[in-house]
């Protein structure tokens, strides 16, 4: 049985929430597919009704514990994988919201299996997706120090 969003039938929008502090950057090693082993920002499905920013918001909060003030959208990349017979089994519109973080130590719940402010000097040291890490080095360079 396919899992939630697996074999869509149309894109589905997702938000990725970027925390930054102090030289570190909040990630989760996801636990479920898409994505299983990997690090990446917090996120996830935007819910009916919802603002990207509430999304990013609430994902972070549902993954990691961690209470953020989403600041603004900052890019959007896709994320389109198929399977052996070339179907599409999965396809999100990823949106990226810089957030500030502004409450809580990350502890992982819901679909992490892990969540950590990781240096962002040693994210070469952690399997990440091509799309995350080009993101968040992208946005890591465009901040001040």
């Not at 997702?14 to 920002?41: H, Q, T």
């Not at 603002?51 to 549902?62: G, I, N, P, S, Y």
């Not at 990781?118 to 952690?126: F, I, T, V």
Request: aromatic share 6%.
């Amino acid at each position: 049985m396919p899992v939630r969003n697996e074999y869509p039938d149309r894109p589905v929008p997702a938000v990725s929430a970027l925390v930054f502090r102090a030289g570190e950057v909040l990630l989760v090693k996801r636990r479920d597919e898409p994505s299983r082993g990997l690090w990446g920002p917090p996120g996830g499905s935007v819910e009916v009704g919802e603002t990207v920013e509430q999304a990013a918001a609430r994902e972070t909060l549902e993954e990691t514990g961690v209470s953020v003030r989403p600041v603004r959208v900052v890019g959007t990349f896709d994320i389109v994988a198929r399977d052996d017979a070339g179907r599409v089994q999965w396809h999100y519109v990823l949106i990226a919201v810089l957030c500030e973080p502004a409450a809580g130590e990350p502890f992982p719940a819901s679909d992490a299996e892990n969540a950590r402010f990781l240096p962002l000097s040693e994210l070469g040291e952690y399997e990440l997706t091509p799309a995350a890490r080009e993101l968040l080095e992208r946005v890591a360079r465009g901040r001040s120090p």
